[in-house]
């Protein structure tokens, strides 16, 4: 990694990059976009990796440092093509509009929804005291959203259907948004840097300690389906899950990768498909964007998450991400805000008429990074990358 010193001295470099400098009383300003992973699924504020980029600039940086505030929050999807993506699922029907629960106080970006979009949450910025503030760096994440948690992690979803999926949300898309984000920004100021968050395997073939395979499926399983071949599809899923538990003793971890239930290396293997087609997605959508005028302004960061940090695994790995507890059938998840965000759920979702919306949003944190993971994963990767490109 590289060292401090060399950071800050690039990072002010960088900001340097226009013919007239900017006058020292300007503070440095950041600009944060994207979904659960840039809002900090889980975490509270203090140990939010965009926390941590802040209070580490402020320290560091000779000038006032502060984040632009936007409408952040957990499951935003990109806002290109389809609409039917976009809301919250059980509450609203087609051509309602979606009202906004994001003044629901400090942790209702913790409510997974499309919308805003990351579209949205940028263009807000021109309707907004923030219009002329000129932005220094812009950490991005998006697109896992777009593709959706349920299609990426489908053992039975065909590649080539992934596949297209991917290339379309996380390069095609993503490229436009990163355009969208140059004409808007680094336009404006030439300094400007943006570093593009990727994704990790939240699964791994280290993942061999399983509470329950069918309890597990079912979990990830929580978003309500959209159509009846959907809804077929999990029914089938499910029954594989519960038909794989055999004999295995819940809580027990399994031996090897090779000793899972076909179901959950199926999984597993999707989980590692989506990590490497998303990695060179998003690494071809910022070489994209570095091809047009004021560049190098992008850089891709890869986060610092392992096989052997992602859930379920067995020592002597360790996981970096939120897992669940499992207790009579049922699940709990184990993150820092869960009862703030339990209590926000249960005002947005009836258990009576949207019971899968409400465990989704309950469970949410699931598979994000937790403390170590926000630090070490994120924070750390951030930091190594601004150096590189503003060098």
């Not at 889980?42 to 990796?49: D, K, Q, S, T």
């Not at 999807?77 to 979606?98: A, H, K, M, S, V």
């Not at 907004?128 to 990426?152: F, H, Q």
Request: with cysteine; proline share 8%.
């Amino acid at each position: 990694m590289i060292d401090r010193a060399t950071f800050v001295q690039a990072l002010a470099a960088a900001v340097a990059a226009p013919a007239t400098p900017p006058p020292a009383e300007r503070s440095f300003n950041v600009l944060v976009l994207g979904d659960s992973i840039a809002w900090g699924q889980g975490l509270r504020p203090e140990h939010r990796w965009r926390t941590l980029l802040i209070d580490y600039l402020t320290k560091t940086l000779k000038q006032p440092v502060r984040e632009i505030p936007t409408e952040l929050h957990s499951g935003a999807i990109i806002g290109i093509g389809d609409r039917n993506q976009i809301g919250l699922p059980g509450l609203y029907q087609p051509g309602e509009t979606e009202p906004s629960f994001l003044d629901k106080g400090p942790y209702a970006g913790e409510i997974p929804s499309g919308t805003p979009t990351v579209l949205a949450e940028l263009d807000a910025l021109d309707a907004s005291p923030e219009k002329d503030t000129p932005i220094d760096l812009i950490v991005l994440s998006a697109g896992i959203n777009d593709v959706r948690i349920t299609r990426l992690l489908d053992p039975l979803a065909r590649d080539e259907y992934i596949a297209a999926l991917i290339d379309l949300h996380c390069h095609r898309h993503l490229t436009a948004l990163l355009d969208r984000i140059r004409t808007r920004c680094v336009e404006r100021n030439p300094g400007c840097r943006v570093a593009v968050l990727s994704y990790f395997r939240m699964v791994s073939k280290d993942s061999t300690k399983f509470p329950s395979v069918y309890d597990f499926v079912s979990a990830l399983l929580s978003q309500p389906p959209r159509s009846r071949a959907e809804r077929r599809r999990e029914r089938i899923i499910q029954g594989l899950a519960k038909i794989s538990e055999g004999k295995h003793e819940a809580n027990t971890p399994y031996a090897t990768y090779a000793d899972l239930p076909e179901i959950v290396r199926g999984i597993i293997d999707a989980a590692g498909r989506f990590y490497a087609e998303s990695e060179a997605a998003i690494g071809a959508a910022v070489d994209d964007a570095n091809r047009a005028p004021f560049t190098p302004a992008f850089v891709h960061v890869t986060p610092r998450i392992s096989d052997g940090q992602a859930v379920f695994v067995a020592p002597p790995n360790s996981s970096s991400l939120w897992e669940l507890r499992f207790a009579d059938r049922a699940v709990f998840p184990v993150d820092e805000v869960y009862a703030e965000r339990d209590e926000l759920c249960r005002q947005l979702y009836s258990p009576e008429k949207a019971p899968a919306s409400l465990n989704e949003c309950r469970i949410a944190s699931i598979g994000h990074p937790d403390v170590v993971g926000a630090q070490q994963g994120y924070f750390d990767a951030i930091l190594a990358a601004i150096a590189s490109v503003a060098r």
